[in-house]
């Protein structure tokens, strides 16, 4: 199993990673939670100014990011039979870097996706949406230095929200909406439905049964 999180800044999705990881230890999974971009390209993509990077250097860069990502921590935990749960994939270059910012590259990320993704795919992805507004307000800032994102503003995250909701209605069957405006636990339970849905489990949302 290789589940896919997603949403914009703020959309809590990072907390229902972690809640969806413990409902499926609590049924004897042994699962990898894990997060793009990760390590030194990380530090690259989220620190410094907002023109630090051209659209395109940066898409290439969270390509590299997954190529190393998917190489050394994905394939490997699932060869051994892990579930993995991905806090970000390949649906956010497209959403960020060609919703966000515009850039015209989306045939070229279907050929990187050719050739770095390959059957690696998540077979399930759940999209954490939730309002601009409200995600902001909630993400508050940063810790640290990783403020980069923070600086293409507010109508910029309009525009990832608004390509993530055009992904998730072109590929219904991959892509699972789930309304995250909710309170913790709600979201957190239509995750689990969702999960519950798509793999044929019986996962319990709550931490007593
Ligand atoms: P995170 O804070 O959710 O870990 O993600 C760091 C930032 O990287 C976030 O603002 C979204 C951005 N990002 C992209 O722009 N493109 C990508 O392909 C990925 C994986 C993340």
Request: charged share 25%; aromatic share 6%; net charge negative.
């Amino acid at each position: 199993m290789f589940i896919s999180f997603e949403g914009i800044d703020g959309s809590g999705k990072s907390t229902q990673v972690a809640l969806a990881a413990d409902a499926l230890r609590r049924a004897g999974h042994d699962v990898v939670v894990t997060k793009e971009p990760k390590g030194e390209i990380r530090t690259l993509l989220v620190e410094g100014g907002a023109d630090r990077w051209s659209p395109l250097s940066e898409l290439l860069l969270h390509y590299a990011a997954r190529q190393e990502h998917l190489l050394h921590e994905v394939r490997p935990a699932l060869a051994r039979g892990a579930v993995v749960l991905c806090d970000r994939f390949v649906d956010s270059t497209i959403a960020y870097q060609c919703g966000g910012h515009g850039l015209n590259a989306e045939a070229l990320v279907e050929n990187l996706k050719l050739e770095i993704i390959g059957e690696t795919m998540p077979e399930l992805t759940i999209l954490c949406d939730v309002g601009v507004e409200e995600a902001l307000a909630r993400a508050g800032k940063r810790p640290g230095n990783e403020t980069r994102y923070e600086g293409f503003g507010v109508e910029y995250m309009q525009r990832v929200r608004e390509r993530f909701l055009q992904l998730a209605a072109a590929d219904p069957a991959r892509i699972r909406k789930v309304d995250a405006g909710q309170a913790v636990n709600m979201v957190h339970a239509a995750v689990i439905a969702v999960m519950n849905q798509s793999y044929g489990l019986q996962l319990s949302g709550n931490k007593n049964d």
